[in-house]
């Protein structure tokens, strides 16, 4: 949609939408307004629907989630299961990617590895398709004592941003 702004339909504009007015217009009904003419100083704008936010967290089984945002799962194999939230509903279509922390010398490096300056990066490692059948996918989360994790969502239309989880470490040598 197209509008065209001249210096005078502005304040009428920030009265529609509520910017500052007490104006008994409603932003969800439409007025017309007078054509700008050809010859005017008026700027043309293009309004497009923005993507709306998206929250991604991950859940684990066993364990418990610790204040610095880690999970310590006591030694034991824990599965990990992503969640997707956009305008408090679960979201079912999209790519969660499953990173871990690693280098080119050794695979399984702590968060803080990928979060500094040095030679670790966050890898691919599973790709997961959300569906109405399975918004919730798991993984394994592997058999290394401490290896540090995050999930990026990915979507598949353009009603949803991209976003990425805190980062977050799988701590097998803690207790329960």
Known sequence: ?????????????FAAYGCGSSSPT?????????????DSSAATVSTQAQPA???????VSPGTLSSDG???T????????????????????????WQACGDNRQ???????????????????????????DPTPSIYGGPLPLLGWRLVYRPSGGGLKRA???????????SL
């Open 164 to 174: 990425t989880s805190e980062p977050f470490n799988i701590d097998k040598t803690c």
């Open 74 to 97: 006591g030694g034991l194999d824990a599965t990990l299961t992503a969640h997707v939230v956009a305008s408090q509903s679960e979201v079912t279509e999209g790519t969660i990617v």
């Open 26 to 38: 409603s932003p969800t009904t439409p007025t017309a307004t007078p054509p700008t003419p050809p």
């Open 53 to 59: 936010a998206v929250q991604v967290s991950v859940s």
């Open 70 to 72: 880690d999970w310590c």
């Open 107 to 133: 695979r399984g490096l702590p968060k803080e590895a990928c979060d500094g300056h040095g030679g670790a990066r966050w890898d691919d490692q599973v790709l997961s398709t959300l569906s109405p059948t």
């Open 1 to 13: 949609m197209k509008i065209r702004i001249g210096a005078v339909v502005v304040a009428s504009i």
